[in-house]
């Protein structure tokens, strides 16, 4: 979720389920310990509960940046060991990271021996070359033996040569029954599915089986879903927002923005997702992506486009 995820798309979220854990785009040591690290780390508290995600392979930088996310007040350090881009591959980053399970097993001790907060992994049902449920039980088995208790699997392995990140999500075919699997062999560890998820529905069902389930790109693309979260997975029967409730109560927030020199596309680019499947929608669409770029009066138009939601 690189580029997607960020503190402005995590607000709105939060506008829309009050229960769902929310997880920052990864961020990698690097960029913590070299770059703009109150920029990577700044949220909002209303963000709460949040996760930040980590991209790593050193033990001892990984456990000084789970000390940032401690101090800066994250409620969970995820280390991502499923992204397949080759740009995290050449620095050791993300899904090749299921080919060296001792190291991870290091990475996530090192983390845990550094703060008190959860210490989470997300990985992959496995990678090409090391694909077998043997190797991914010894892989889990290992993090587990580090300390680690909560894994978010994506049921799919990883193709780290030939296959672009986009088709990583969309070629190697889902596997729910692996990963059951491991839940199964591993009953005493939070399991969370991840993967090609799309409806509450598909929630449901899968929290029969595992512990959690984490929503993608579903729940950026179509945000909506998530304000059926709380009362359906949670058990909240405080009544959920409208779209239009959503987008009102996200100006505030807009209005601080500008004011402190921030341009409105950078919030309302993740709202996009609230326009589907209602007369007006592609209205509402072309407003906060394509007038928004010409308009002297953005708040304004924000008032036009959240108009086009009421009732929908």
Known sequence: MMDWTDRNCRFFLRLLSRHALLYTEMVTTGALLQGDRARFLRHDEAEHPL?????????????????????????????NV?????????????????????????????????????????????????????????????????????????????ILEGLSPKENREIPPLRYDVAAQLKKDFPDLELILNGGIKTLDECATHLEVFDGVMLGREAYHNPYLLAGVDARLFGDDRPQPTRAEALAALRP?????????????????????????????????????????????PLGLLDQATELLRGH
């Open 82 to 158: 499923g992204c397949p881009s080759d740009r995290v591959q050449n620095n050791m980053i993300g899904a090749c990271l299921m080919g060296h399970p001792a190291l991870v097993a290091d990475c996530v001790k090192a983390m845990l021996d550094a703060v008190a907060i959860p210490v989470t992994v997300k990985h992959r049902i496995g990678i090409n070359g090391r694909d077998s449920y043997a190797e991914l039980c010894d892989f889990v088995g290992q993090v587990r033996e580090a300390g680690c208790r909560s894994f978010t699997v994506h049921a799919r392995i990883a």
């Open 51 to 79: 996760a930040l995600q980590l991209g790593g392979s050193v033990p001892a930088d990984l456990a000084a940046c789970a000390r940032f996310a401690e101090e800066a007040g994250y409620d969970e350090v995820n280390l």
């Open 253 to 297: 927030y807009i209005e601080r923005h500008i004011a402190e020199g921030g341009q409105m596309h950078h919030i309302t680019r993740h709202v996009l997702g609230l326009g589907q499947g209602f007369p007006g929608a592609r209205r509402f669409r072309q407003l906060l992506s394509v007038d928004v770029h010409k308009t002297t009066d």
